[in-house]
């Protein structure tokens, strides 16, 4: 047997036992294992995935293994944590160098948390101490907060570098979209409900499973397309223009041609379209709200519908600012007013929260014959506030920045929206 073949061969055996030792001690990750296979890649110089395979470097595996045996486990145990939290399918919407190290640091937490004998390293202690730092400010260290916390508190590149070599594992390379993969996002996110359900039994027996459930609760709550929110409010109206579905241009030029300026038939000068025409955008302005965190969520709802089309030219939509009482209401029936709104507007209130207000201010607007087809709200908020009890005859959505477990839940007629802090400065 060549060298070669023998290195592979140890390689794999390595490969085989650090998976065993997961398997053995972390029964509940016996499905996401069987997920993920591992595969050799020759001169490679590195761990990585792509989110449904395992590269490794036969080489590069002896050497980390000769290095410290418990440094095997500890990749693929974090490899796998990436495919779990579906880290690599975000990839392509994010600053990577962000993403890149607040995943690593998630997946790095979450191991010291379940305490795998067989995945212990040296640097562990400084690591711990630099976690209990980090949570003071975070909180709950997911990879969506730890990279929220960094948006808003930018790294030097001296703290980049300190923290790359304590949590890095495995290279990122492969973290972009594909077009086929052996395991797609769907078959994880079935993975993960089925961890999350096994988990539950595991954490009777013993602790030290918190912030892995933390994580997949993050990665399996429901998230939605803000572009199909808005289709919620869409109404059937008419517009003047030509109504190409229902117009032949075939007897048109025919008529034309033999009887000069004489078509015969004519187009119709309306057509359907589904397009928002009338909604609330309500506003909380209390005083947890910052300013420019409404304005973003502004200037995200108007790019929305504007790149869309989905506006009438002429529509209805009020702008209802309120803390515990309605502050201010801005009408808008065009584009222009929209954009002098997003220009000029400014937040009033700063009080205490209370939805309610909102609610009976659209009632009594409504009386006047304000709205002729009101088709829904969206309230923008924190959520610490008084929700009404009776539920309308629109729709309700209450979009939150970002998810918060301290939270109170949302009424059971109304839809529950998650919007995350980079995705409204997209």
Known sequence: MSDDRKISALAAQIMGIARDDILIHLRFFDRALAGLECRERQKMGCFAT???????????????YQENPANITRTCLHMLL???FFHSFRYDRLDKDKWDLAADIAVENVILDLGLAGAVLEEDETMLRKLKILREDVGALTAERIYRYFTQNPLTEREKEELRKLFVRDVHS????AEELLVTKEQWEKISERVKAELK????????????????EEATRDRYDYNEILRRFMVTGEEIGVNDDEFDYVYYTYGLEQYGNLPLIEPLEYKE???VKEFVIAIDTSASCRGEIVKAFLNKTYSILKSGENFFHRMNVHI??????????????????????LRQGRLTGLGATDFRPVFDYVDNLRERKEFENLKGLIYFTDGYGIYPERMPDYQVIFAFLGEDENRAPVPSWSMKV???EEGLSS
């Open 320 to 341: 209802i600012q309120c803390d515990n009482q309605v502050q201010e209401d801005t009408k808008i029936t065009c584009q222009e007013e929209f954009d002098i709104f």
């Open 82 to 84: 990436h495919c779990i």
């Open 50 to 64: 792509d989110g449904s395979i395992c590269y490794y470097d036969p080489e590069y595996v002896l050497l980390c």
């Open 201 to 216: 039994s595991f954490t009777r027996s013993r602790t030290g499973a918190g912030s892995l459930m933390k994580n997949l």
């Open 418 to 420: 998650v919007l995350e």
């Open 273 to 275: 379209s589904h397009r």
């Open 174 to 177: 492969l973290w972009k979209p």
